[in-house]
T-cell receptor
Framework: GENVEQHPSTLSVQEGDSAVIKCTYS??????FPWYKQELGKRPQLIID?????GEKKDQRIAVTLNKTAKHFSLHITETQPEDSAVYFC???????????FGKGTKLTVNP | DAEITQSPRHKITETGRQVTLACHQT?????MFWYRQDLGHGLRLIHY???????NKGEVSDGYSVSRSNTEDLPLTLESAASSQTSVYFC????????????FGPGTRLTVL
């Protein structure tokens, strides 16, 4: 089945720095790539997503890039703030279906 | 406002008991999903449904069952709870279009003693 590898598992940055989280996947039929943010004790919430016909998407300080040839996609957060501290999950659609396969998460800590 | 809710939010039970976790959404979404979240494993799919009377097994379905009698609800049943099923359970839903966004419920923390 689909396998999603997410790196790093933990990331610590200083406020104002950039943070990058990378995911690789195995299923060439995957065509939907969302990123979720989960604060402690809360539900995962979608922060940005990209579909296979787009290489990059931006939303204010957050961007996602996709390289379908290499089967990897990345989350970029610029000008990080303490409230960006959370666990971030990448996911891919399994076999192009409505099912999602999740990476194991990255715990991001932004130090003031 | 439309939403997705789960109940109970916290549950403590004993090994061998049957437990049912509720999930209710008011978006009229066709697709509903159950995940469990454990440290080091991320979110793993237990069962999912693409519509009324449709249910399918996910990657960690052993010991769990679901039924879909209407669009709004997908209850998750642990037939005989085991300590290995201590986890946080999330329900999610999405519209009936391919590769659409999944919206998560607030989660249920289940402890099996």
């Amino acid at each position: 089945g689909e396998n999603v590898e997410q790196h790093p598992s933990t990331l610590s940055v200083q406020e104002g720095d950039s943070a990058v989280i990378k995911c690789t996947y195995s299923d060439s039929a995957s065509n939907y790539f969302p990123w979720y943010k989960q604060e402690l004790g809360k539900r995962p919430q979608l922060i940005i997503d990209i579909r296979s016909n787009v290489g990059e998407k931006k939303d204010q300080r957050i961007a996602v890039t996709l390289n379908k040839t290499a089967k990897h996609f990345s989350l970029h957060i610029t000008e990080t703030q303490p409230e960006d501290s959370a666990v971030y999950f990448c996911a891919t659609s399994q076999g192009g279906s409505e099912k999602l396969v999740f990476g194991k998460g990255t715990k991001l800590t932004v130090n003031p | 406002d439309a939403e997705i809710t789960q109940s109970p939010r916290h549950k403590i039970t004993e090994t061998g008991r049957q437990v049912t976790l509720a999930c209710h959404q008011t978006w009229n979404h066709n697709n509903m999903f159950w995940y469990r979240q454990d440290l080091g494993h991320g979110l793993r799919l237990i069962h999912y449904s693409y519509g009324v009377h449709d249910t399918n097994k996910g990657e960690v379905s052993d010991g769990y069952s679901v039924s879909r009698s209407n669009t709004e609800d997908l209850p998750l049943t642990l037939e005989s709870a085991a300590s290995s099923q201590t986890s946080v359970y999330f329900c999610a839903s999405s519209e009936y279009t391919r590769t659409d966004t999944q919206y998560f419920g607030p989660g249920t923390r289940l402890t099996v003693l």
